[in-house]
C-alpha cells in the first residue's frame, strides 16, 4: 500500500512537471511573443464610424475598417499530427478575444468578428476601395449566412459578391449574395433578409481570401468562428473590459494565469480617451498529455528498480 501511494504522489507530480513545460514553452515562444505585438491599437480605434466627409477622414474610417477586421475575434492554431508537434507544443490552439471601448461605451464594433467590404477592381490593395464593414457575428445568425457557409466550406477562395445591400454608417447589411468560383462561374446566388435602405451593387465582395488555417482574410473562417458560440475568452474580456478606468489616462496592465494545459494573458490598455481589452487562451493539453505519459513511465520503471533493488537486500540480510 505505501508503495502504491509513492507511485500515486510521482505521477501527480509527473503530471505537473508536464504541464509546467507546456506552460514555459507557450508563455516564452508564443505568449511574450504575440502580446506585445498587439498593443497601441485602441487610440486608432475611433467607433462608431464617422467621416467628416473629406478624403484624409474617408481614408481614416477605412483604415479602422482594415484594423478592426483584422482584429476580430478568432482562433489561431497549429493542427499538426506528427507526434514531434506535440512533444514540443507547438501544435497549439489560441482563442483570442478582443473588446474596444471609448467614451460612448460599447458599440456594433466593440465586440465580434468583422470583415471588409470593397469595391473590386481586381486590385491587389482594397483599402481604398473600402465602402464599410459586415458584422460576421450578427450576419452569422441569418439561415443565408449558413448557406454561404456550406459553399465556402467546398470553395474557400470563392468570390462573394453583394448584388444588393444596405448600408448605414459604414455597416454592411446583406441583401442578396452571388458565390461565384475561381474560374469565374457562378456557384449560387442567396437571399436574405435585409431590413435597410437596399441598393444594387455590380462589383462590391465581402474580402474573402483563404490561404492557411489561420487566415485572418477568410470570410469561411470567420463564419466557422462565429459558429463556435461564446467561448471562455469572450466571457473573460467582457469582464476584463469592465475594469477599463478611462480617469487614469494613458495606461497598461497585464497579467497571466495558468491551468491544466491552459494559458490565459489578459491586457488592458487606455490611449487618449480609448480602451482595448484582450484575451488569448493557449490550449495545450495533447502535449501536457503525451509528456505526462513520457513521464509517468519513466519515473514507474525507475521506482521499480529501486523497489526491487530493496527487496534484494531485504532478502540477502535472511
Known sequence: MKRISIWAVTMVVMVFLANLAGILVNKLVFADTLMPAMT???????????????????????????????????????????????????????????????????????????????????????????????????????????????????????????????????????????????????????????SGDVQKGSSIVILNEYKMDSDSNSLYLKLKYAYLGERSSDRKVMELSDSLDFSKGDYDESGTSYGFGKLTSRYVEVREGRGMALVMEYSFLKGVLIYSVIFGLIATLILIAIFRKRDRKKNDLW
Do not use: W
Open 40 to 194: 497601441g491599437y485602441s487610440k486608432k480605434m475611433e467607433i462608431p464610424l464617422k467621416s467628416d466627409g473629406t478624403e484624409k477622414g474617408d481614408k481614416k474610417v477605412k483604415a479602422v475598417i482594415m484594423i478592426r477586421s483584422a482584429l476580430s475575434d478568432t482562433v489561431l492554431e497549429v493542427e499538426d499530427p506528427s507526434p514531434l508537434a506535440s512533444l514540443v507544443f507547438t501544435d497549439i490552439h489560441i482563442d483570442q478575444s478582443i473588446v474596444f471601448r471609448g467614451p460612448e461605451g460599447m458599440t456594433e464594433l466593440s465586440k465580434g468578428i468583422f470583415a471588409p467590404v470593397y469595391e473590386d477592381k481586381d486590385q491587389k490593395v482594397y483599402l481604398l476601395d473600402t465602402i464599410g464593414v459586415l458584422n460576421v457575428s450578427e450576419f452569422s445568425k441569418l439561415e443565408c449566412a449558413n448557406q454561404l457557409y456550406e459553399i465556402l466550406r467546398d470553395n474557400r477562395n470563392a468570390k462573394v459578391r453583394l448584388d444588393a445591400y444596405a448600408i448605414k454608417d459604414f455597416m454592411i447589411e446583406p441583401a442578396k449574395i452571388t458565390v461565384i468560383d475561381e474560374a469565374g462561374n457562378e456557384i449560387k446566388t442567396i437571399d436574405c433578409p435585409c
